[in-house]
């Protein structure tokens, strides 16, 4: 089993950054890829970004590239995704999430393929 706490939400204004944290327990932290996704009010979960097991490889969402990375310090346990020039649309419940099989490309995008969640942490983007 592998526990997931997501922290770092919070209310911005359209432009600003935050740094989301998700620290996981458990398991060895670099037996699985890691993912960050969101929720949107009325909408369908969305893969946002992915990071390898040691960070070489790193997937996104076409709408937040530039804008977002992905990182992961594995001598903390933890998993970073910094959200730079942020949007209204940015507004979502974003959670992380732990694979244990590799991915790359879209093949990062599958839900069912991550067996651990956390809870989500909510990030509100002001106009």
């Known amino acids: 089993q592998v526990q997931l706490g997501e922290s770092g939400g919070g209310l911005v204004q359209a432009g600003d950054s935050l740094r989301l944290s998700c620290a996981a327990s458990?398991?060895?932290?670099?037996?699985?890829?890691m993912g960050w996704f969101r929720q949107a009010p009325g909408k369908e979960r969305e893969f946002v970004a992915a990071v390898s097991r040691f960070g070489v490889s790193k997937y996104y969402l076409d709408s937040v590239k530039g804008r977002f990375t992905i990182s992961r310090d594995n001598a903390k346990n933890t998993a970073y995704l910094q959200m730079n020039s942020l949007k209204p649309e940015d507004t979502a419940v974003y959670y992380c999430?732990?694979?244990?099989?590799?991915?790359?490309?879209?093949?990062?995008?599958?839900?069912?393929?991550?067996?651990?969640w956390g809870q989500g942490t909510q990030v509100t983007v002001s106009s």
């Open positions: 999430a732990a694979r244990s099989t590799s991915c790359s490309g879209t093949g990062c995008y599958v839900q069912d393929e991550y067996e651990y």
């Open positions: 458990g398991q060895p932290f670099t037996n699985y890829f």
